[in-house]
């Protein structure tokens, strides 16, 4: 811990500011572009679209296309005149990017309101939270041995790597895949972590099987609906979004969308890409974006193309190529489903072995990997909005529920965790890539100036990660347009930049 605070305070010592880029310093080497096009304004194609105008400038065009809504996976649903989160929800206090976009567009941290959390196992309540730190641990310790420090060490190691991004960032410096950019943090072995399952790197650093069944594997279905077997570097990412220190957005995450839309003085179309397709004129290439509007359809050329939204074999984005090879031949697979079920009513708290409701503590439920276990977690949610006197309601009180599940719950389902409800509200998500060890990861580049973002899901699907793939995108856009390969697939960046300082 005291390693992790030295590390994050020396940071903060050495983190030059935005302005001070490497994009704004070094010679452009021909003509700027002059449209550059995003498609999808999702936290990852607005904050494309945000450091692309850092980058480039203030005379180049940027367009966001977005056939549904700003936000995507950010988005909220409404549940008695309060709004809550169906996607996204939580960030943690080291998502630096996520951070200076809050910052940035005066948008406000919102507040936090305690809630005890138990793992249930089917049939009873295997694991609970109480009121007293200290007796948390020792529980932990009485139960699992010390398997909940090895695994604390080994996620603040990670961090520790990953967080070498927003230096190397800041210094200017981005990467032409998946691969490097991870290479560059943690070497070859975080390479490894996205080919490997959680279960075998825990295990082989001392964590017990016991508490991966009744720990880890609950972390695992609430954060991305998968079990222990997905890969190492995506379990970290999972781990690391259940620590205390996590935070959201005042008024909903997906406003943090559109500000950076604002910000970056992008102009919004709302319209659904159809193709991309390569036009070459001598040496020069550019892109032509048909796309459907409510009123029409229409197409666009473009210098450089950014695509901001998963492409899966299956249900595309609807987004086709002509001519040059397909990226879908290289895709490593689907997206998982995942159920949002926003349930207005009373908790059965029964089903949890509390038939008294008044003593049932828990602000949340997560499950073990039990099969007909029909839902991966439970929990009271908080408004976007908490006013300064607001309280979670009591179990015994009609209160707002989140539960998410792989199908949609059925009527018995519902009736099975709810004594009765008022109302109930369903999203259904392609959520995040379903994750298997051995997939590969996909390109980043996908022609000349055509980039793909979404490629980073596959190494671990959260906000801050298509933050970064979003600020890797626009440095390494900037250098291919100005030819300074200097700047991109650098080796031995921490050295280097120490000697740049
Ligand atoms: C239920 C759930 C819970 C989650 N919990 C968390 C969490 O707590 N913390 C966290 O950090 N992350 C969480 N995530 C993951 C996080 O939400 C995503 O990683 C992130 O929002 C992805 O953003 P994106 O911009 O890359 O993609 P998206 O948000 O999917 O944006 C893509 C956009 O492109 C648009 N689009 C698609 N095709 C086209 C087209 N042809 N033309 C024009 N527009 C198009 C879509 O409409 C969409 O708006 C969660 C996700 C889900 C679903």
Redesign the pocket.
């Known amino acids: 811990m005291l390693r992790l605070f030295l590390f994050l305070f020396l940071l903060l010592l050495s983190w030059p500011p935005v302005s001070g880029d490497a994009g704004a310093t070094r010679l452009d080497v021909g003509g700027p572009p002059s449209k550059i096009a995003v ?8 904050a494309t679209a945000h450091f692309l105008r850092q980058h480039f400038g203030p005379e180049v065009q940027v367009d966001v ?10 988005a909220t649903v409404t549940v008695n005149h309060h709004d809550y989160e ?7 206090s080291l ?1 630096l990017h996520m951070q200076d976009f809050v910052k940035q567009l005066g948008l406000k941290y919102r507040r936090s309101v305690a809630g005890k959390t138990a793992v249930f196992n089917g049939e009873e309540v295997i694991l609970e939270e109480t009121d007293w730190y200290l007796l948390d641990l020792f529980r932990l310790w009485w139960r699992y041995g010390i398997s909940f420090i090895r695994l604390q060490m080994w996620v603040e190691e990670i961090m520790e790597k990953f967080m070498r991004i927003y230096k190397y960032q800041a210094h200017g410096y981005a990467f032409s895949s998946v691969e490097e950019l991870l290479g560059s943090l943690g070497g070859s072995g975080f390479i490894n972590m996205t080919r490997r399952p959680l279960s075998d790197s825990l295990l082989e650093l001392g964590v017990s099987q016991h508490f991966i069944d009744e720990v880890i594997a609950p972390i695992m279905r609430v ?1 991305y609906g998968q079990n222990v077997s997905i890969p190492a570097f995506v379990g970290a990412v999972s781990l690391a ?1 259940a620590q205390t220190n996590l935070w959201a957005v005042e008024g909903g995450n997906k406003l943090v ?1 559109s500000g950076l839309l604002k910000l970056a003085n992008a102009n919004l179309l709302q ?4 193709t991309v397709s390569p036009v070459y004129s001598g040496e020069i290439v550019q892109y032509q974006l048909s ?1 459907n509007t409510a009123t029409g359809s229409g197409s666009e050329l473009y210098d450089i193309v950014v695509l ?3 492409l899966q074999t299956s249900v595309a ?3 086709k190529f002509q001519g040059f090879s397909s990226p879908f031949d290289t895709l490593p697979g689907e997206y998982h489903r ?1 159920v ?1 079920t926003v349930v207005h009513g009373y908790l059965n708290t029964s089903f949890f072995g509390f038939p008294d409701p008044r003593l049932f503590p828990f602000a949340s439920v997560l499950t073990t990997d039990t099969p007909d276990l029909f839902f991966n977690s439970a929990a009271s949610v908080c408004p976007v909005n908490i006013s300064a006197g607001f309280r979670r309601k009591q179990p015994q009180e009609a209160g707002i529920y989140k539960v ?1 599940s792989p199908q949609p719950l059925d009527k018995a389902q519902l009736k099975t965790l709810f004594r009765s409800y008022y109302s109930v509200q369903v ?1 259904e ?1 392609q ?2 890539p379903q994750y298997a060890s051995g997939q590969g990861l996909p390109p980043v580049e996908l022609h000349s100036n055509l980039y793909y ?2 490629g980073i ?1 596959w190494a671990g ?6 933050s970064v ?1 979003a600020k890797n995108i626009a440095l390494l856009a900037y250098h291919r347009w100005n030819r300074q390969t200097d700047m991109v697939d650098q080796k031995d960046l921490m050295h280097r930049i120490k000697t740049e300082l």
């Open positions: 498609i999808g304004a999702g936290i990852g194609g607005t296309f977005e056939k549904g809504e700003v936000g995507g996976r950010l169906s996607g996204g929800s939580i960030i943690h998502n954060n979004g969308c319209a659904q890409v159809t796309f901001a939204t998963p984005s609807g987004v995942t949002a998410f999203t998500w959520a995040y973002l979404n899901e699907s959260a906000m801050e990660m298509s793939a």
